[in-house]
Every structure is written in C-alpha cells, then in structure tokens.
C-alpha cells in the first residue's frame, strides 16, 4: 500500500494537463504544500488495467535505469487513491478534455503515480520521436510509411531527428511543429506547455505575450515558429541531448532484433505451426527482465539474430527484447525551455512514458505492421516512394554519400 495518501488534498486541487492512450495527467494546482508541490498526477484509464502500480515502479527503477542515465529519468511515486476522490476529479475534468479523447479514469484504481512536474517551466515541449531507425532492407521509415497510410500531411521523419546532421534536425522540428499548427492533434507527436498548461496554436501568441515571453517587436506567428523551432533546436544540439537522442537511437534498434516479422518466423519455428504468435505466454517477470537486461548489456554493439537451432530460451528473449524496443518507440522525449531565445539557455531533457507493454499485443503489432507494408505498396506504386535517410544503415550511405 502507498504511503502518500492523495486523497487528504482536495480533487479541485488537481489541474486536467494532457493525456496519452492509456494515462492521464493532472498538476497540482492547490495550497501549498511540500510534498505536491511541483508535482503531477499521473492516472490510468478504465481499460488499461495490466499491472499493479508498484510492478511498474519496479519496471522504471530497476529495468529502465540500467538502460537509460538516470538524469534523464523521472522519480515516480506510488499514491493512494480512493473511488470517491476519483469520481470527482474524472466529473471536474470532463470540461477541459479534448474532444477525440477516449477512455475514462479508472474509478476502481486504488493508486497512482506522482512525478515532478515536467511542464511547470515557462515552456516545455513533448515530442513522441516514434521508430527512429530504417529497417534492413527498406527505403522508407516505418513512421514515414503509416502516415502515408493515414494521409497524415507532415513531412516529419523521426531519422532526421535523429540524424547527426543539424540541418536535418531542424527539418524535423518545423515539421513536428507545422503538424501541431495545422491541428494534428490526434497525432500526438508534438505537444507544447506554457506557464504550466497545455496551449493550442490559437492560444500560443496571446499566452506568451501575457508572460511576458514575446519581444514586443514579434508580432507573426511566423516569427514566434522560427523562435520555438530555434530555441528547441539549440536545446537538442546539446552534448546531453544528443548523447539522450543516440541513446534512444540505438535501444530502439538493438533491441528491435529480428523484428515483428522475424519475431513471427522464429515463432513457428519452435511451435511449429501449432500455436498461434503471441498465445498463451505470460508476461516478463521482473526477475526476467533483470537478467535479459544483464545478457542485452554483455551484448550491447549486437543485435540478437536468429539462431541455426531456434529454442524456447531463444524466442523468450528475443520476445522480451521486441516488448522492451516497443517500450522505447513508444515513448516521449520532454523537453523544458526557461526561455525562448535562438541561442542556447540551460534547458533539461527527460525521457516519459517508459511503461512495459503488454506481450498479448504481439499478434496485433504483427497485424498492423503487416496492414501498413502491404497498404503503403499500394499507395507507392501511385506515386514516389520516399527514401529515409538512416545515418547508420550502410546501404543507404551508399545511396547518398
Ligand atoms: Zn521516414
């Protein structure tokens, strides 16, 4: 049971901030008092319900850390909850929910999460970077290749973020950037908080004036995007942030292994056909994660790859290797600025949303991987097919050096 007892404060005192697929988010807003102080709420949604609070502490302080420096991390904190208390939060914030959001609080939860909060500087930024690197073999990212699918009109490629070319980064921020002004909110790759809450494109130049973070002399919101673009770029250029970047980079790729489909073949292999991907298997223990993470850091420059004599032991950990790069595509990358200038001002990144996923989601990644190869042959012999840039795919350096 969690010692810190939230519901002593009052439900008001919690601020409706954002929400993801599975989670919501609440600042406090109340009294002053020390321990919520600067602090967020983090809640689980009514149809998410796959582990306990304390194994996901676990997951982060033990699993996560040993991948990723701790300074990049957030300290998370189980807290009690009660039904009551969160009934009156989840009717207090129905108002300030966007439309196209699904799930509701989960009434029936007995704990949640507090964190420091991310977004109580001037401004912060949230960026779901998704899948990072080019599959061997392929010419167009995997996010290129799903928002063609979906007639998403951005030109953001997650390897220009992560390129090591500074001009390519800066291409992705506008990107990232021009999607969140043309409204794509439902793609969730680009968020912006200032003073403390989230704003939209027709809230962002009047909040900014009113905090005083605009020079007067700026009066286009053109002027204000070259000035987050730049501020965010400059912040990115950063040793620490480009030492977090190569970082995320390379786990997702590693850890990515034989991927979805490889994952799939070597599946048959063991079963032979006599057990559907994905079925029947119980999630990773937290003894199993420690010991796949000990076996993944001896072999840390490698990949895993398929063995001559598939196994059991072998389709575990490659199983457990695909759910943890899962984790990593998944996550956020926060970024808070304590200024808008186009040099350089101290600013401090932070990796989010780090939970594990569920190992019954295999079969659908499977699925949907499949759905948007075959969809985007489609779409491609209509048209051009894109060709991502992925600084460390040799046959791809070959192409364009
Ligand atoms: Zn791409």
Partial sequence: MPSLDITTTSPSSWKYLSEGGATLVFAYAGPSDERFDQTVLRLRKDFTAVEDEKSITLFQTEIISCLVPQEHLVHMEAVMLSFSWLEAVSTLCASSRPAWRTGDIDLKCTSGFLAPNLVSSPISVEIKPKWSFLRPGMRTCRFCMHSSCRGWTTSYCPLDLFSSSPLRMKKALYALYDSWTAGAATQNNFRLFIGGGLVTRNDLLPILRRLGLLHSSIAEENEVRELVVGTLHASLLQPESLTLLKTLNRLQRTLDGVGIEGL??????????????????PQPTLNEWKSFVNEYLEHQNSSVSSQAQPDEVHLRYCILSYLLSATFKDCSIMIKLPDLHHNYS???????????KPIQRLQKWLEQDRNIAYEYTVISRQMLKKECVDDLDRSTDRLHN
Avoid: H, M
């Fill in 346 to 356: 101290p600013s401090q990144i932070t990796l989010i949303d780090l939970d594990s």
């Fill in 264 to 281: 799939a073949s070597l599946w048959d292999k063991v079963y032979l056909g006599k057990k559907t991907f994905g079925e029947g298997i």
